[in-house]
């Protein structure tokens, strides 16, 4: 882990640096500051820094990635992200991830050999695996640029003030999370790629939260009258393996009997308990039985889900015998969603009170499996299900960060809304037929994604929204805030709405968000101008497009049928 005690004080940049009220003797200056190191701040950083910039990047927790490391979840990709639609950057992390496996496990000759080796053999994707994997791929990404002194990295420092001068950022004040010490950060451009957009109300960026109206946006699945605290779930994830015979069994999380009881009060209805074999089908929201067997030779049931293998991050069988104890599988499903209060715009009391029921919640779900849980054998629980807290890195087992699925979101001067990409929608804008349907087309573009539009219950008590979408396009002008001139949102802060959201957010597409980003920056620093020059300019914006997909960012996509 890099010494975040180390600090290094970067040059001043071409521009003239803003002077800041907030300036004190600890100080540091760059030419792009990134606050949040998530999937978003990473590739921002690996960007801007290609591109010559000095970088300082702060991160919440002590680990960088996000979603891939700190919240535990691996990636959930679209089905030709080993072709196309990802960035040349996003798949070299992702060799990267293979190659650390054949250099560091002892893995079977044919797994080794496997040139599309999945890790942990998950349904989700077609690279599960450790998080902690992904923490060493990316810190060995970003370490010769810290140690040449290019990039300064600032773990365990949340934001707490920015200093706005007229429309621009001058300054944003960082406290460590370990000695309460605050440094001030100065730089040209700042880029937002926090998990919940925690930059824009320090800076008086204009954003919007949860559910917007059908009357604003237009859209099919919106409902009648905005709904600003109605946000997304968000999970707090573990690991666990499995050992027969053994008895793991953790205590009697406090609030179990809360949770065991539970039954969601949803609209459309969920069917019965939270914690039982049975949910929410997301596209259809009938019943949707789905089975749990941690055994290594338990047998598959043909169309039903095994919770146990669709998240599963480590497959002992391939590794040599004996070096691989057993299968680990990652615990981010609906049975373990939180929906009952959000973790932003409300005081830090109500964070910290949902965050902890979060965590029983998770805790509760672990408990049950090891205790109550029905078997198909007619057994009940599976006591040796193990805590593997060697995985996220903390005492009680759990992520260090919980799974965020809905930020705040930019007033921007682009938002994509759902006829944009959503393929029912589309094809009531269009009138034509599904096969013949497209995303929107941005001349703006700047990056290509695919997802389903897969909105998880929320607290305003909707139950799932999953929508076919098309592979669409990232438009410049959703990175860009309307009013603010020097902040570039790299995250799932960008303009879209709470259901375009639902496709904008995962892995690949928030690493091309925030590569985007950094390249977008660091063009602004270069040519001593406004990110939002590039847009507003039609001659700068193709000069960067083309630079961008020297760089390998797509910024279109072949034609494609809908996922």
Request: with cysteine.
């Amino acid at each position: 882990m890099f010494n975040r005690r180390t600090f290094l004080k970067h040059s001043s940049t071409s521009l003239l640096l803003l002077p800041s009220a907030l300036a004190q003797a600890h100080s540091l200056r760059a030419q792009v500051v990134i606050i949040g190191a998530g999937v978003g701040g990473c590739a921002a950083a690996l960007a801007a820094l290609r591109n010559g910039m000095t970088v300082i990047m702060t991160e919440e927790t002590d680990w960088v990635g996000g979603q891939l490391t700190a919240q535990a979840v691996p990636p959930d990709e679209h089905p030709w992200i080993e072709q196309f639609g990802g960035t040349q950057l996003y798949r070299r992390y992702r060799s990267n991830i293979r190659q650390y496996y054949r250099q560091h496990y002892r893995l079977m000759p044919e797994a080794h050999s496997n040139e599309l080796l999945n890790p942990g053999g998950g349904s989700v994707s077609k690279l599960t695996h450790e998080p902690r994997v992904s923490l060493a791929v990316l810190e060995q990404m970003l370490s010769p640029y810290i140690g040449g002194g290019q990039l300064t990295m600032l773990l365990q420092h949340k934001p707490v003030r920015a200093d706005v001068t007229g429309d621009k950022i001058a300054a944003v004040a960082v406290k460590s999370l370990t000695t309460g010490q605050e440094r001030t950060l100065e730089a040209p451009v700042f880029i937002d790629a926090t998990e919940q957009g925690d930059l824009l109300p320090l800076s008086k960026t204009e954003y919007v939260t949860g559910f917007e109206s059908r009357k604003t946006t237009g859209e099919l699945h919106a409902p009648e009258t905005a709904q600003p605290a109605n946000i997304q779930s968000f999970t707090v994830c573990f690991a666990i393996g499995y050992e027969e015979g053994r008895d793991h069994t953790i205590p009697k999380p406090k609030e179990y009997t809360f949770w065991r009881d539970y039954v969601p009060a949803m609209k459309p209805a969920w069917p019965g308990k939270l914690l039982s074999w049975s949910m929410s089908n997301p596209t259809t929201l009938a019943p949707r039985a789905v089975t749990f067997d941690p055994r290594p030779n338990a047998a598959v049931t043909p169309g039903v889900l095994n919770l146990w293998l669709y998240r599963r991050i480590g497959a002992a069988k391939l590794h040599q015998p004996g070096a691989f104890g057993s299968d680990i599988s990652l615990v981010n499903w609906p049975q373990n969603d939180y929906w009952l209060g959000n973790l932003h715009e409300v005081s830090e009391a109500e964070v910290a009170h949902h965050l902890e029921r979060g965590k029983q919640l998770s805790l509760s779900l672990l408990y049950w499996m090891q205790t109550e849980a029905p078997r198909a054998d007619g057994k009940q629980g599976w006591p040796g299900l193990r805590l593997r807290y060697d995985q996220t890195g903390t005492e009680d087992g759990l992520a260090k960060y919980p799974y965020i699925r809905e930020s705040r979101r930019i007033q921007a001067e682009f938002t994509v809304v759902e006829h944009h990409v959503g393929a029912e929608a589309r094809m009531k804008a269009t009138g034509k037929k599904l096969e013949e349907v497209t995303a929107e087309s941005f001349a703006d573009s700047v990056g290509v994604g695919s997802y389903r539009i897969d909105l998880h219950p929320s607290s305003g008590g909707d139950n799932y929204i999953d929508v076919s979408s098309l592979p669409f396009q990232i438009p410049l002008g959703a990175l860009l805030p309307k009013r603010v001139e020097n902040l570039i949102a790299a995250a799932k802060n960008i303009g879209v709405t709470h259901i375009t959201n639902g496709c904008y957010r995962l892995h690949p597409a928030e690493w091309n968000i925030g590569e985007s980003a950094g390249c977008l920056a660091a063009a602004a620093v270069k040519g001593n101008t406004s990110p939002k020059a590039f847009r507003q300019d039609p001659k700068k914006l193709a000069a960067f497009q083309t630079s961008i997909r020297a760089q390998g960012i797509e910024t279109n996509w072949p034609q494609l049928t809908p996922r």
